[in-house]
């Protein structure tokens, strides 16, 4: 869900079109999809709802509160915050409505040199601030760092960092091409495998902090070793991550497309839950034509690549923000992630 497009930050790194505009989601979107929500929940699934796609807390503690009573009394509500806002009333709220709290937080210190303010001041400090109110209070939280420079000082630093602080989980993202940020650095495979190694082997020294990416391999090995075969990776089911944008417009498949277009498709959306209900959005995308499209790719990746097991093959945002096409394959991202956090837990082999 993006309850704004607003981000009171302007991170060097950030790929959202409207970041500097305020645009906060209508009781009347926020209601057509909660009342989809309802009737799943109903029939007994576990609904979870990420905010996201522009810094949800921007909308201020009151409407928050409005967006998250609206939704089913068991929803599992997440927020992907850079905690600059937060204070003892935000702290109050996350309480209040069991919010899973993660804080996109680069490292210590100078890490955080490409989280600048609106004006191109450093972040950093009521970033520190806000995570300081999450500790006082007690509330758990997860780190999601993005990597520039992928340096076995820098995994020693992020890891060490994230130990200090009492993050849950820590997620890594390597910076991306995509969306609006069109520059960013390229370093080697090896590079990658080589900080995934050294991150992985912090852990080991010292496993008080959750890895997301390292948790991802294990799973993928787990299910190796139960026996799944290449043919039933295949056959999976694409996930379908249906994002409702502030305007109501649903995006699937991957969030980072909202909001982005091209000429021969036109909007990355599958329709509006003003119009139709989210139910019958979904149970069409796949007919839709930027979708089939997207599919296609999934299905090349499923076919020739040896590490789908850890991605699924989907990934269509940078596939078509790197290579110009929804149903192409092997990005950098997937270099740089997939790959690289694969072959960075072979390297940890005795």
């Not at 009737?39 to 921007?58: D, M, N, V």
């Not at 989280?115 to 300081?132: D, K, L, M, S, W």
């Not at 091409?177 to 090896?190: E, I």
């Not at 190796?224 to 502030?246: F, N, S």
Request: hydrophobic residues 40%; contains cysteine.
């Amino acid at each position: 869900m993006q309850p704004t497009t607003l981000c009171n930050l302007d991170c060097k790194y950030c790929y959202l079109p409207y970041r500097h505009k305020r645009q906060d989601m209508p009781a009347a979107v926020q209601r057509a999809a909660a009342g989809a929500a309802a009737r799943w929940t109903e029939s007994g699934h576990r609904l979870e709802i990420l905010w996201h796609a522009g810094e949800p807390l921007t909308v201020g503690v009151r409407k928050f509160g409005e967006l998250l009573s609206a939704w089913p009394p068991r929803t599992v509500h997440r927020v992907q915050t850079n905690a600059t806002l937060i204070d003892d009333a935000w702290c109050d709220l996350f309480d209040r409505y069991r919010v899973l709290v993660s804080v996109s937080i680069d490292g210590p210190g100078a890490m955080n040199g490409d989280r600048v303010t609106r004006v191109g001041a450093p972040a950093g400090r009521r970033i520190e601030a806000g995570t300081a109110a999450l500790i006082r209070r007690g509330i758990p939280f997860d780190m999601l760092s993005v990597v520039r420079d992928p340096s076995p000082d820098a995994a020693r630093s992020i890891y060490a960092h994230a130990c200090a602080l009492g993050a849950d989980q820590l997620g890594v993202l390597p910076e991306e091409t995509k969306g609006t940020h069109r520059d960013a650095p390229q370093a080697a495979r090896r590079a990658w495998a080589d900080f995934f190694h050294v991150l992985y082997s912090q852990w080991r020294a010292n496993p008080v902090v959750r890895l997301r990416e390292l948790e991802s391999v294990a799973n993928c090995y787990d299910a190796i070793r139960t026996g799944v075969t290449p043919e039933e990776i295949q056959a999976l089911p694409v996930e379908p991550i249906p994002t409702v944008c502030y305007d109501g417009e649903v995006t699937v498949m991957s969030p980072d497309l909202a909001g982005f277009g091209h000429p021969r498709h036109g909007l990355f959306t599958v329709g509006n839950v003003l119009e139709y209900p989210l139910e019958d959005l979904l149970d069409r995308a796949g007919a839709v034509a930027w979708v089939r499209e997207a599919l296609n790719g999934v299905d090349a990746c499923r076919r020739t690549c040896r590490y789908v097991g850890a991605c699924g093959g989907s990934w269509p945002a940078n596939k078509f923000f790197e290579l110009g096409r929804l149903d192409a394959t092997e990005t950098s991202y997937c270099r740089n992630l997939h790959q690289a956090k694969v072959e960075g837990a072979l390297l940890c082999r005795p």
